[in-house]
């Protein structure tokens, strides 16, 4: 049973044209984050939402934005998607307080931008 | 700044031991993860130390040193189904719950 779901698996679309991605979870986790990993490379934190509390790191394009309506959901918009934003884009979750903190991941969004 | 290290690329036999090093320098240190990656699949956790000494579960097993900044993954008893990339992560900083992540280190079983 899927915990972190993202959609669409798999986003093609044309340079310039908007992008949005999807992330729900049934954890009940409070802490919510967007990662893009390019291929053999380390995933690169995005934002991440510490329940309402929306953090962007430092070095994220202002191309891209993000949303957390309530708990369980968070998505990802690409403004005007360039061919370097092509990547793998990761969903994880984490309970602070709880545990290791360790990281759940949905299976991820693919986006090729043509 | 963080910086984390790990071999690029690794190759070990079919029923062999292969250990996977990481080292780290990062501000602060507040726990070490390994996550298993098959490639375009999405990581799956494997282990965590935030205390020096070896951690062990089944053919894995995980080790730090923090006053080394060291860690390794060790799998015994390898499977096919081992071939993954496999991602060192460090939690930095106290109150700190973001994992930085380092490159991966892609393991090939062969027969």
């Known amino acids: 049973d899927a915990m972190v779901i993202q959609n669409p698996r798999y986003q093609v679309t044309q340079f310039g044209k908007p992008v949005t991605l999807s992330c729900s979870q049934t954890?009940?986790?409070?802490?919510m984050y967007w990662y893009q990993q390019k291929s053999s490379q380390a995933p690169k934190l995005l934002f991440h939402?510490?329940?309402?509390?929306?953090?962007n790191e430092a070095d994220t394009p202002d191309n891209f934005q993000s949303r957390r309506p309530n708990t369980s959901f968070c998505f990802l918009d690409i403004r005007s998607p360039g061919l370097g934003d092509a990547a793998m884009y990761l969903c994880?979750?984490?309970?602070?307080?709880?545990?290791?903190?360790?990281?759940?991941f949905g299976e991820g969004s693919r986006l090729t931008v043509l | 700044g963080q910086n984390i290290d790990q071999p690029t690329e690794m190759t070990a036999t079919e029923g062999a031991i292969v250990q996977i090093n990481c080292t780290y320098q990062?501000?602060?240190?507040?726990?070490l993860f390994w996550y298993q990656q098959h490639a375009g699949e999405a990581p799956t956790f494997l282990s965590y130390n935030v205390l020096d000494g070896l951690e062990e579960k089944g053919r894995f097993s995980s080790f730090l040193s923090r006053s080394k900044g060291y860690s390794y993954l060790l799998l015994k008893e390898l499977q096919m189904k081992d071939s993954a990339s496999y991602l060192c992560?460090?939690?930095?900083?106290?109150?700190?719950?973001?994992?930085?992540f380092g490159k991966g280190t892609k393991l090939s079983v062969i027969p």
């Open positions: 992560a460090v939690k930095a900083g106290a109150g700190s719950y973001q994992l930085t």
């Open positions: 990062t501000s602060g240190f507040n726990g």
């Open positions: 939402y510490y329940d309402k509390d929306f953090n």
């Open positions: 994880a979750t984490s309970r602070l307080g709880q545990g290791s903190g360790e990281l759940f």
């Open positions: 954890l009940n986790h409070n802490v």
